[in-house]
């Protein structure tokens, strides 16, 4: 069984980067189409970005394009979420999740998180104005 171990969260000010990672363990995550969700405390889990199985196609949440960029090493087998320009508002845990397929044809797709089987832990951002 695949697990996916987050790393890279932290305490940043607005206008800063972080650079979160999304490590698979016990198995490959190469075969899947990727994500970062997020849920700030309080509200519900919200999709940031996905990543197909090959890296060619990428999607965003509307909030996040222009800062965020989502990538993957699958020799490293490991997925990116680089943020820059980090706004108080981005302030929540982040959570990589590896979806069941390796393709994702819509960002409606993208956001369905009943279509991730399997969920890291979760790493915190927290940005100070």
């Known amino acids: 069984q695949v697990k996916l171990i987050e790393s890279g969260g932290g305490l940043v000010q607005a206008g800063g980067s972080l650079r979160l990672s999304c490590a698979a363990s016990g198995g490959t995550s190469e075969t899947y189409a990727m994500a970062w969700f997020r849920q700030a405390s309080g509200k519900e889990r919200e999709f940031v970005a996905a990543i197909s199985w090959s890296g060619a196609t990428t999607f965003y949440e509307d909030s996040v394009k222009g800062r965020f960029t989502i990538s993957r090493d699958n020799v490293e087998d490991t997925v990116y979420l680089q943020m820059n320009s980090l706004k108080p508002e981005d302030t929540a845990g982040y959570y990589c999740?590896?979806?069941?397929?390796?393709?994702?044809?819509?960002?409606?797709?993208?956001?369905?998180?009943?279509?991730?089987?399997?969920w890291g832990q979760g790493t915190q951002v927290t940005v100070s104005s």
């Open positions: 999740a590896a979806n069941r397929y390796r393709n994702i044809p819509t960002v409606k797709d993208a956001a369905r998180t009943t279509d991730y089987d399997i």
